[in-house]
Structures are given as structure tokens and as C-alpha cells.
């Protein structure tokens, strides 16, 4: 019964379609304030989007100018390049590293006489700074001025260090000025030896070093009866496919080879009444690479086939953005094409590919990786691109793999496309 | 409504939105008067209703004539409890048993629908907006609860007090629910 009064009181009730009797209302006033509400909820709506793409915009800009904002000048002069020094990269690292693992590479001599390393400080030399001077935005500087202030300006560095140019540069990543993040490889210098990485290629025991060894290349039988057999060292002075831990090839390491022609009788065999012939100097093989850094890892890859001459597993930090350099050097002499050279992280290319110069300086290599979501370890390496048909000798050394701070890299994105 | 209507509205068409609101103001106006009692309260009601509606509309799947009249009224009765809410008209009901829900029946057949109108004016907020909520909306105790912030008992008693009201009002005017 309720019910169903209920439901005919809310029929009743709701059919009711005009103002209750004794009530007047000014419908247009009503309409009128409901277009300026509309119109006022629109204005906080625009302002809102407005202040939302405001923020936004600036967000963009300011990353934009701390990704992009110590952007490499379009000119750098040759000269100012040339100012660009491998002991100033190397010892703004050791610099930055201080607290964990700074010493002075050991000489030579005294690491074959003692086998132990001494852990010195290197000095430190405050003028191997690198400096960035950016243009301000308000103020336009004249020609000059702003063709100074878009140079990098590099102090040079001592005399003792011979330059160092790297296809870094190129890269716009100068390893120089890497933020200070902690290096993750161990051992990238190579003076604690074969220790801490892998390779492809075979590990030459540092006292067993072949230096080299003669090799029969023709026998021929001379007018007398007697056979001449020529037989000249093996060009390199590491097998091919081998690599050794060297902090130099010094001339007792290296010392010349001759072309010896043998003579013996008609026998065939070789026996004690063969006589010795004359021979021929034949060139060094290797050379050490410039400037001398102490240990390194040379490695002849030889039509070997093989691709990683350094790699090794790191831990990393997910979402993070890390640099990876080293420097590389032809040291053969009688190299036609050293050979190419790329770093991977994962088997991926993260950088340019350094094609080595006759020359025997040392030449940077630099690219940056920035690890997944869920990622913590990875594989870094440095690989062959193309293995040239013989001599390719090469040397390797200060690897480093640091994290790079959020903002603190400059590099344009599409300097990086490979 | 017409769905073309609707359709129109939802582009921006200030004179389609106009006609919505020419069809609709009188009878969304008897929606808000009924809850707020007061004139301007529910002109207010009524404005605001209508802006959101106009705002809402593109989210709005026409299904009928009638599942749309009832979403518009939907909002402008939401409207009207923001109002009693500010007011804070719920907020002095104290928590009650809601028993004894057999009495007062509203003989509404003997009464012209403007009487009833009225009588459901006369009624105290509390009393009046969940009368409204539960016999006119059709809301149950426990919707009605939520809306409010009372318990479904409180609803139910405030519902049976309402009820007892209007009989006495109608007893007044010398109408009995004998029949």
C-alpha cells in the first residue's frame, strides 16, 4: 500500500514541469549567469592548460640546456687540439680517484726487479684543468668574443706529454672532463697485469714472451749442390691471436731479426758442415705507443677471427647514464691498416668507430650507455671491426666505465647515431 | 531530450544549448526548490546544475529520453545536497533505530499534486531531503545513508518522521488515510 502510493506520489511529483505557483524567476538572468559561468570555468580550464604546457615548456628548456647547454663549438682549432693530452685525461681520473686506487704506473725496470707495485701518488698538476667558457644569453658578445667563448679552451699540458687526439672530440663526450663518477673496471690501466677482464684473444705469460721466431720461407738449390733456405722472423712480434700485459717493447724484447741464408750440402739435411750465410737486418716489428703510459695490453689480431680483445661484466645501476672510454694505439711498423675499433655494451655499439691511424699515439675512444629499467649487470667490451690481413698490432689501455651524474653530460643525442 | 539535441549540445551549440535549457529549467527549478525551500538557493542549484550538465554532456551515452531527463536530474539533485551539505543540515541528525516503518501512508489519490508539493515544503531539511531522496528519487536507506553521511538507520527513522509530519498536515486539512 505504501508502496504504491509511494510510486504515485513520485509520478505526481515529478511530472511537474513548471515553477511552483506564487514563484517567479527571470529565466534569461538564469541563462545569463550560466554563460558566464561557463566562460569563467573555460578561463580557469585555459589558465590551468596554459600554466600546465608553462610548466612543461620549462622543464623542457631546462633540460634541454643542461643536456645541451656545454654543447662541443662547432670550431676548434687544430692547434688547441693538439693541446688535448692523454696524462691530463689520465691523471684527472686518478685524480677524481683518489680515495680509492691512485698510484703512479711503476717503471719498468722496477717491476721486473721487484714485481711488486709501488702505490705513489702522482702530483698533481692543477693546470690540466680543462675549462668551459659558455656564453650568457642576455649579453651578445662581439665576433671575437663569442667565437672565444664558443672554444673550448684547454691548457696545455706539460711538455713531457706528448698530444692525444681522439675521435672524442668528434663524439662531442670529452673523457677529460667525465663527471666524477667512480671507474668500475678494475684493472683498466693493466698494471696490476691480466687480472680483472677477459678476452678473446690468448694470453701471452708476460716472461714467455715469444719475440719472435725464424721461419723457413723458401729453400732453393744453388749451382754448387747446396740448398739456400731463407728464413725470416715471424712479423709480429706477439703470435697472432695473443695478446700479452706489456708496459713496453724494449729493444732486448724486440730485438732484430735477421734474414739468414743458410747453406748446406747436397744432402738436403741440414748438417755441421752448413755454412752460414750472409744476413740482413730486418726492421722492428713494434714500436712502443706515445706517450709511454706504463702498462699496457697489445694484442695482434692477426687474421684471428676474433672480436673482443677486452671484455668483462659490470654492475650497474638501472636507469643510469654511464661513460665509456679507453685509449688505443697502433704499434706495429709495418701495419699497412691497424684496424678499427668499437665499445659495446652488450654486444651493441655504443660508439663510433675509431679507425687507428699509422701513427703510434695514442687515440681516444668514448661513447656513453644509459642501463635499462630493470638492468644491473652488462657486458663491456672493446671490439675488432675489421681485422686487417696481417700486422695489425695494437695497444690498449686506460679503460674506464663511470657513471655520469643526471645532467652533468652535455653530448647531443644524435652525435651518438651510429 | 532528443538525442539530436543532446548531440548539438555536446558540439558547443549555444542556441541547442539554450533550447536544453529552456525545456528543462522549469522543471529542474521544482527539483531544487523542492530540496532547498528558498528561492535563490535553488536559482543557484539550478545554475550550477546546469553549467555541470553542459560540461558533462560529452561524457554522456544517450541511451532514451528518460535516462537522460533522469541524468540531468541527477545532477541537479546532487546540486541541492551540496547545498544542504554546506548548510550542514545533516550534521545535527542524530543516530536513530528506524522502526515501527508501518504508518503513515500518504492517500495521495485525494490530493491535487501542488498540495502535496507544498506539504513536502513545509517539512523540516532533514526530513524533507530524505522524503525526497527515498519516495520521489527513489533512492534506498543505504544509498541514501552514503549520500548524506547518516546511517541507514537514521534514514529510515527520518523518512518515518517525515511520514508522521505530513499526517499530521494532512489530518490538518481534515484528509484521513482511511481508505
Avoid at chain 1, 505526481?12 to 506564487?22: A, F, H, Q, R, S
Avoid at chain 1, 573555460?42 to 596554459?50: C, L, N, Q, R, Y
Wanted: hydrophobic share 35%.
Amino acid at each position: 500500500m505504501k508502496n504504491k502510493m509511494d510510486a504515485l506520489l513520485r509520478e505526481k511529483i515529478n511530472n511537474l514541469d513548471t515553477v511552483p505557483p506564487g514563484l517567479t524567476r527571470d529565466n534569461e538572468a538564469g541563462w545569463e549567469k550560466i554563460k558566464k559561468n561557463q566562460k569563467a570555468i573555460a578561463g580557469k580550464t585555459d589558465f590551468v592548460k596554459k600554466a600546465a604546457w608553462g610548466i612543461i615548456l620549462a622543464a623542457v628548456l631546462t633540460e634541454a640546456f643542461l643536456f645541451y647547454g656545454f654543447e662541443k663549438p662547432e670550431e676548434v682549432k687544430k692547434e688547441e687540439r693538439g693541446t688535448y693530452s692523454s696524462p691530463a685525461t689520465e691523471k684527472t681520473e686518478m685524480q677524481l680517484e683518489q680515495t680509492t686506487a691512485v698510484y703512479a704506473k711503476p717503471d719498468s725496470k722496477e717491476r721486473k726487479t721487484t714485481q711488486e707495485k709501488t702505490v705513489t701518488p702522482r702530483p698533481v698538476q692543477s693546470d690540466t684543468s680543462m675549462k668551459i667558457i659558455v656564453p650568457t644569453a642576455t649579453v651578445k658578445p662581439s665576433a671575437d668574443k663569442q667565437k672565444e667563448a664558443n672554444t673550448i679552451k684547454v691548457p696545455k699540458a706539460p711538455a713531457r706529454y706528448p698530444s692525444l687526439i681522439g675521435n672524442a672530440w668528434e663524439e662531442g663526450f670529452r673523457p677529460a672532463m667525465a663527471p666524477q663518477g667512480k671507474n668500475l673496471v678494475q684493472n683498466g690501466t693493466f698494471e696490476e697485469g691480466n687480472v680483472g677482464f677477459k678476452s678473446d684473444f690468448r694470453f701471452l705469460p708476460h716472461e714467455d714472451f715469444v719475440v719472435g721466431y725464424t721461419q723457413i720461407v723458401s729453400v732453393s738449390t744453388q749451382i754448387n749442390g747446396s740448398q739456400q733456405v731463407i728464413a725470416i722472423p715471424q712479423i709480429s712480434p706477439i703470435i697472432a691471436g695473443s695478446y700479452i700485459i706489456t708496459d713496453g717493447f724494449s729493444h732486448q724484447k724486440n730485438r732484430q731479426f735477421y734474414s739468414t741464408t743458410i747453406y748446406h750440402d747436397s744432402s738436403g739435411f741440414l748438417s755441421p758442415s752448413d755454412s752460414l750465410g750472409s744476413s740482413i737486418p730486418i726492421v722492428q716489428t713494434a714500436v712502443n705507443p706515445v706517450p709511454s703510459m706504463g702498462s699496457f695490453l697489445a694484442v695482434n689480431i692477426n687474421i684471428s677471427g676474433k672480436q673482443r680483445i677486452w671484455y668483462n661484466s659490470i654492475s650497474v645501476k638501472p636507469n643510469t647514464t654511464y661513460s665509456f672510454s679507453c685509449i688505443l694505439a697502433n704499434v706495429s711498423t709495418q701495419s699497412s691498416n691497424p684496424g678499427a675499433f668499437k665499445l659495446c655494451v652488450n654486444g651493441e655499439k655504443v660508439s663510433k668507430t675509431l679507425d687507428l691511424p699509422l701513427t703510434n699515439e695514442w687515440r681516444s675512444l668514448s661513447g656513453m650507455f644509459t642501463s635499462g629499467r630493470y638492468q644491473t649487470t652488462i657486458e663491456i667490451s672493446i671490439e675488432d671491426i675489421q681485422s686487417p690481413i696481417f700486422n695489425n698490432l695494437v695497444a690498449l689501455d686506460n679503460i674506464i666505465f663511470k657513471e655520469i651524474p643526471p645532467g652533468e653530460f652535455r653530448k647531443k643525442k644524435e652525435r651518438f647515431s651510429k | 531530450v532528443d538525442e539530436s539535441l543532446i548531440i548539438l549540445c555536446k558540439r558547443g551549440d549555444e542556441k541547442a544549448q539554450r533550447e536544453l535549457y529552456d525545456k528543462f529549467s522549469g522543471k529542474m527549478f521544482r527539483v531544487c526548490y523542492r530540496y532547498l525551500q528558498n528561492q535563490m538557493d535553488a536559482e543557484d542549484a539550478l545554475i550550477n546544475g546546469f553549467v555541470k550538465i553542459f560540461q558533462g554532456l560529452n561524457n554522456l551515452e544517450y541511451r532514451s529520453k528518460e535516462a537522460a531527463e533522469g541524468w540531468m536530474k541527477k545532477i541537479m539533485v546532487n546540486e541541492c545536497l551540496m547545498f544542504l551539505r554546506k548548510k550542514k543540515t545533516f550534521s545535527g541528525i542524530s543516530e536513530e533505530t528506524g522502526n515501527d516503518m508501518e504508518s503513515a501512508v500518504i492517500p495521495v489519490d485525494d490530493l491535487e499534486v501542488e498540495e502535496i508539493y507544498a506539504m513536502i515544503l513545509k517539512l523540516p531539511d532533514g526530513y524533507r531531503t530524505i522524503f525526497n531522496l527515498y519516495v520521489i528519487e527513489g533512492y534506498n536507506h543505504r544509498e541514501i545513508g552514503a549520500q548524506l553521511g547518516i546511517s541507514e538507520n537514521t534514514s529510515k527513522s527520518q523518512l518515518h518522521k517525515a511520514r508522521i509530519m505530513l499526517q499530521k498536515l494532512l489530518t490538518q486539512k481534515g484528509i484521513t488515510n482511511e481508505k
